[in-house]
């Protein structure tokens, strides 16, 4: 690419970064999984590299992620077919944390707890949240 990266690679580069990180796999074993340097992921995940529909679905499939995933702003839609935003899910909290490092460590280590104890520590998270306010 010359320049800046386009406004769609830097999405899909955060999508990628998004979900490597939940699923706990560094730049460098993405990049064994898919054939390019663990450079070339860091290229890929800051939109400074477009990265090719052919190269994008070895990453969908090395991250066990849909390839619509990564073109979505939100992953998710709302009923009338418009993609939400962050703000209309998460009240209060700020716009970018579903894009933060500490959110997709704690998701991912919420997922690796055994499910009997997850609603023990999102009833702790609760409590800790309405004392601390």
């Known amino acids: 690419m010359?320049?800046?990266?386009?406004?769609?690679?830097?999405?899909?580069?955060?999508?990628?970064r998004q979900q490597?990180?939940?699923?706990?796999?560094?730049?460098?074993?993405?990049?064994?999984?898919?054939?390019?340097?663990?450079?070339?992921?860091?290229k890929y995940e800051s939109g400074a590299n477009r990265i090719s529909a052919s190269r994008l679905f070895t990453v969908s499939r090395a991250l066990e992620a849909p390839?619509?995933?990564?073109?979505?702003?939100?992953?998710?839609?709302?009923?009338?077919?418009?993609?939400?935003?962050e703000a209309e899910r998460i009240n209060?909290?700020?716009?970018?944390?579903l894009s933060r490092r500490e959110t997709l460590k704690l998701v991912r280590f919420y997922y690796d707890l055994p499910e009997r104890l997850r609603p023990h520590v999102v009833e702790l998270l609760r409590a800790i949240s309405i004392e601390d306010a």
Request: proline share 2%; charged share 25%; glycine share 14%.
């Open 2 to 16: 010359n320049g800046s990266a386009d406004g769609i690679d830097v999405l899909v580069g955060q999508r990628i």
């Open 20 to 42: 490597r990180t939940l699923r706990g796999i560094s730049q460098d074993k993405l990049g064994q999984l898919i054939g390019v340097s663990f450079q070339q992921v860091q």
């Open 67 to 85: 390839i619509e995933f990564f073109f979505s702003e939100t992953g998710e839609t709302r009923a009338d077919g418009e993609d939400e935003t």
């Open 92 to 97: 209060g909290a700020p716009a970018d944390v």
